[in-house]
C-alpha cells in the first residue's frame, strides 16, 4: 500500500486526499493480513503529510489454547503524521524536518508506505490470548489430545480444592 503524495506536498496546507483501500491480501513483514478494507485520508501539513485512517483487516492467527489456525477480525485506526526526506519543489534533503526515531517518513520518491503504520496497529489491536472462539477447550496436558474434537481419559489431579471448579 503505496500512495504517491508529491502533488499533495506541493499544494497549501490543509488540502485533503480521500483514499478507498480494499486489498485481497497484504505480507506486513512479520503479519499475514488475508483481507484489508477502509478508507484513509492525507492531510498536508506544515511539516508533511497527516494519514488519518480505519480499517478492517482480517488476520492470520493461531488460537492460544488449541493451537489451531484461524482468522481473527480486527477494527482498527491509524493516526499518523508522515515527514518527507526530500524538499518536493528543490529535491534537496530537508534540513528542517527534525525526525524522531520511530517516526514515519515518505521516501525520496514522495511515496507514503501506508504498511508500517498498518503493521504497527495491528500488533497493538490483537488480542494477547487470541481464541478461535470463546468456548475453546483447549488441549489436554496430559495427552496432548485437542478437547474441542474429542474427550480423553486423563485423570484430573486437583492439589487445592479451591481451584477444582477450574479443572471441570
Known amino acids: 500500500m503505496e500512495y504517491n503524495v508529491a502533488q499533495l506536498l506541493k499544494e497549501p496546507v490543509g488540502s485533503i486526499r480521500q483514499v478507498e483501500v480494499s486489498e485481497a491480501s497484504a505480507s506486513l513483514v512479520d503479519i499475514k493480513a488475508d483481507r ?6 492525507f492531510m498536508r501539513t506544515d511539516l508533511g503529510i497527516w494519514a488519518k485512517g480505519r480499517f478492517q483487516i ?3 492467527a493461531e488460537c492460544s489454547r488449541c493451537l489451531e489456525g484461524y482468522t481473527q477480525d480486527l477494527t482498527m485506526k491509524i493516526d499518523e503524521q508522515y515527514y518527507p526526506v526530500v524538499n ?3 529535491g534537496k534533503w530537508n534540513p528542517e524536518v527534525s525526525l524522531e526515531e520511530g517516526s514515519f517518513t515518505l521516501d525520496i520518491n514522495h511515496v507514503l508506505h501506508l504498511g508500517e503504520a498498518l503493521r504497527q496497529g495491528i500488533v497493538s489491536t490483537f488480542p494477547l490470548k487470541p481464541l478461535c472462539n470463546d468456548g475453546c477447550r483447549g488441549i489436554c ?3 496432548g489430545s485437542d478437547l474441542n474434537q474429542m474427550s480423553c481419559n486423563c485423570r484430573k489431579e486437583y492439589y487445592d480444592s479451591r481451584w477444582a471448579i477450574l479443572y471441570e
Not at 484489508?36 to 485520508?41: L, P
Open 36 to 41: 484489508i478494507d477502509g478508507r484513509v485520508r
Open 58 to 60: 482480517e488476520v492470520a
Open 88 to 90: 518536493v519543489n528543490t
Open 141 to 143: 496436558s496430559q495427552c
